[in-house]
């Protein structure tokens, strides 16, 4: 405590201030100077603090706070130096300036002994350069690094587009690296297959579910024995626990000296291949099945199948004939193909031109439908065949060659002779049967004349019977009986009275009776004309038969039409007429008179049969550039699509009591006029049309031709 009080006290010194004379203005400028001194040394030290703590990375930040200790010693000087002025407490002064002594030493010999370790401390330029030099490094090695990120890239691009699965196993088996089409057909990710063991994960089982020991593995072998390994009947296994076929190699990795560290294995899925195998078996067995097929087919057909090549487009091309030239012409397919033209040498003499001048057509491009000609057997026969042809083309679409084949028509030959007879004896019987139809038609209008006859008759019979004639006798009985005195007996007589009134209306009914008893004369007379013009109408038809001659078209459909009056009436069948004017024909009247009678009947059933009650039929005539149509429309039953291509043929019908003889009888005697016949339908319920077409002038003899298949429209 005395040593604290002695430094506070002053011992008798006087003021610092006295040795200025309390001169102010010499005061104010140590006041200020030291305070400013004072002031300056105090910030200097909190700024070394502030940096020493920013800058934890400095060296020797000791040293700092040495200086700040010294300096803060140095303005507390200072500050004593304005308390001394008034206050002279020099002994705390002196103490002061000792403290700033001491630091100040201390502070200058630890800095002495740092000037080795601060001279070693680089300078800006060396740290400069030095800088410099670390980037130039660090270029390299980002760009060392970039080549190396690159090279990896490229691995993993050329690992990971390679087909096959690769994997790398070390020597205990484990996987050190994996590429996706590995992983992907394992099923796995690649990071989690890495580090496990390979044999445990895809390897453990054989195809047909043992277990497989990995003793007996391949890839344990290779890594083993140092030699590489190839399996290719064996099964991998996927995480979700099934298997694939693959197929695989393991080749060993050594290392520096030599050793087995590694082993590569390469892998592929054959289960694509495997089906492709199977299925290449199967198309083989399959073609092999089908080759044998074909031939069994070649050889069953009835016809001579072949291909002919152009020897000078082909060289030397084998041609080929199935075994059925064995059977028609006798020769074998190897005599047949001994040579290249064997098949022209058996051509009929007589044809030989002909064909030669066929097959020029042929081999240029230009085919005909059929070649008909003969054959030479080998037993001397005379095969007539019917040849259909078509062209086997190269790569650049030129003609190198024939495929077709022959049929033997001997039998259609004979066939064809035989239905000419009989297509002769047909037209005379359509002819006839027309005629039948012709004078049917008569009969039936005769008869309902006949019945319009009988029914005048009874109508007259029953009048005379039911007349009032017996009350003219009666009448005369009375006046006979009152003769001597009529005057008194039409006076006073009641009878007498009432019998002129009575006179009046006998003579009414009387005259009533007589014209209802002519007019029925009159409808019978009418009759018995209608019966005279039908049968004159038939004979005049009979008369002309097979002589064509001109008729006026319209005339001959109102024939017809009046030849089916009765019937239509009966049916309550309408028809209509819708005519044309157009110029007359010259054909046969009474082949023309069949058809027409022909198509109204059978529009007269269609309608009957419908069970409409606006039964109509119309017939239309117009004409045209080559000569007349006369449409016979009905809206009748209508014809079925499936029946319109079988309408005309000889007996077909889908009447119950047809004979299916009309049609085909009125189609052949169109064709021979040289007109046709046509048949329009559109289905059943919808009416038919048919529609006969006849030319201005009739065909020559001998232009007919053929009788052509009738014309059909749906």
């Not at 309902?448 to 007259?460: G, R, T």
């Amino acid at each position: 405590m005395e040593l604290i009080r002695r430094l506070f006290s002053s011992d008798g010194f006087m003021p610092h201030g006295h040795c200025y004379f309390w001169n102010p203005a010499v005061l104010r400028l140590h006041i200020i100077s030291d305070a400013l001194i004072t002031l300056a040394y105090l910030t200097i030290p909190l700024t070394l603090v502030y940096i020493v703590r920013k800058r934890r990375d400095i060296p020797f930040d000791w040293i700092f706070a040495c200086f700040g200790i010294f300096i803060v010693a140095c303005g507390a000087t200072h500050a004593m130096e304005i308390w001394s002025i008034w206050h002279p407490t020099y002994w705390l002064s002196g103490s002061l300036k000792g403290v700033a002594a001491a630091a100040s030493l201390a502070t200058a010999m630890l800095l002495i002994r740092l000037i080795p370790k601060i001279l070693a401390i680089p300078s800006p330029n060396v740290l400069r350069e030095a800088n410099r030099a670390l980037g130039d490094e660090i270029l390299e090695r980002q760009a060392a690094e970039e080549q190396l990120r690159q090279l990896k890239r490229q691995h993993d691009l050329i690992f990971n587009s390679i087909g096959e699965g690769i994997h790398w196993i070390d020597r205990n088996g484990a996987i050190l690296f994996e590429n996706a089409a590995a992983a992907r057909m394992l099923g796995w990710e690649i990071s989690d297959l890495i580090g496990r063991p390979a044999h445990a994960t895809m390897h453990h089982t054989r195809a047909n579910g043992t277990p497989y020991p990995q003793c007996e593995c391949q890839i344990y072998a290779c890594l083993t024995s140092g030699a590489a390994r190839r399996a290719e009947d064996e099964v991998f296994w996927r995480k979700d626990g099934t298997s694939f076929p693959v197929e695989y190699t393991a080749t060993p990795v050594r290392g520096e000296n030599g050793e087995v560290i590694a082993a590569v294995v390469v892998f592929s899925d054959t289960s694509a291949r495997k089906r492709a195998a199977a299925s290449e078996a199967q198309f083989a067995a399959e073609l092999s099945r089908g080759r044998q097929r074909l031939d069994a087919i070649l050889n069953s057909v009835p016809a001579i199948i072949f291909e002919v090549f152009n020897p000078a487009k082909t060289g030397a091309r084998t041609n080929f004939v199935s075994n059925h030239v064995e059977t028609v012409l006798g020769y074998t397919p190897e005599e047949w193909n001994a040579t290249p033209n064997f098949w022209f040498s058996r051509i009929h003499p007589d044809d030989q031109d002909r064909v030669a001048a066929d097959s020029v057509e042929v081999f240029a491009g230009r085919r005909p439908a059929a070649i008909v000609f003969r054959w030479m057997a080998k037993d001397g026969r005379i095969v007539p065949g019917e040849t259909h042809l078509v062209h086997i083309h190269d790569e650049a679409g030129e003609v190198i060659g024939v495929r077709g084949f022959t049929v033997d028509v001997t039998e259609r030959v004979h066939t064809e002779a035989e239905m000419e007879r009989l297509n002769k004896q047909l037209v005379d019987v359509s002819r006839q049967a027309g005629m039948a139809e012709v004078a049917t038609s008569v009969l039936h209008n005769v008869g309902n004349v006949l019945n319009s006859v009988n029914v005048s008759c009874s109508v007259i019979s029953t009048a005379v019977r039911k007349s009032r004639l017996g009350n003219v006798a009666k009448v005369a009985a009375l006046l006979q009986e009152n003769a001597s005195d009529l005057g008194s007996y039409f006076s006073h007589d009641p009878a007498g009275q009432q019998l002129p009134d009575f006179l009046t209306k006998l003579a009414a009914k009387l005259a009533e009776e007589q014209a209802s008893i002519l007019h029925e004369l009159q409808l019978l007379g009418q009759n018995i004309e209608h019966i005279k013009d039908i049968v004159a109408m038939q004979q005049s038809y009979a008369r002309v038969s097979g002589v064509a001659e001109i008729i006026d078209v319209i005339d001959l459909v109102e024939d017809s039409l009046r030849m089916n009056a009765g019937a239509l009436t009966r049916h309550e069948v309408e028809p209509v007429r819708e005519f044309s004017e157009v110029p007359p024909i010259v054909v046969e009247k009474h082949k023309v008179l069949q058809i027409l009678v022909n198509l109204i009947r059978n529009a007269k059933y269609a309608c009957d049969e419908s069970g409409r009650e606006d039964k109509q039929m119309t017939v239309r005539v117009a004409g045209g550039e080559d000569g007349v149509r006369i449409a016979i429309i009905d809206n009748g039953v209508g014809i079925p699509p499936e029946n319109l291509t079988r309408i005309f043929s000889h007996g077909f019908t889908t009447r119950k009591d047809g004979h299916g003889f009309g049609l085909h009888s009125a189609v052949l005697a169109a064709q021979e006029m040289g007109g046709r016949l046509t048949a329009q339908s559109g289905g059943a319920g919808a009416g038919a049309t048919f529609t006969l077409e006849l030319p201005f002038t009739p065909l020559k003899e001998g232009a007919k031709g053929r009788v052509q298949e009738p014309c059909l429209a749906s």
